[in-house]
């Protein structure tokens, strides 16, 4: 449990590092993906977004 909970995480970080780039793609804008302005600074909560790229991350890590 705690494994995937590092995982969700680090893909998070690097999620929003990402983010710009990955936009473009229409990652980001997913159905579950939560956008909001809160306090003048726009968040984003890519919940729908980390679960694809974890999927995709552990369908890679099979094959290798």
């Known amino acids: 449990m705690l ?3 590092i ?3 680090i893909t998070l970080v690097v999620f929003n ?13 997913l159905p579950g ?3 909001f302005r809160l306090g003048g600074r726009d968040w ?3 919940i729908a977004t980390t679960l694809l790229l974890s999927f995709l991350a552990m369908a ?3 094959l290798i």
């Open 3 to 5: 494994r995937w909970l």
């Open 7 to 9: 995982v969700v995480v």
């Open 17 to 29: 590092g990402l983010r710009p780039w990955l936009e473009k793609f229409g990652l980001g804008r």
């Open 33 to 35: 993906d939560l956008n």
């Open 44 to 46: 984003s909560l890519p």
């Open 60 to 62: 890679i890590g099979q």
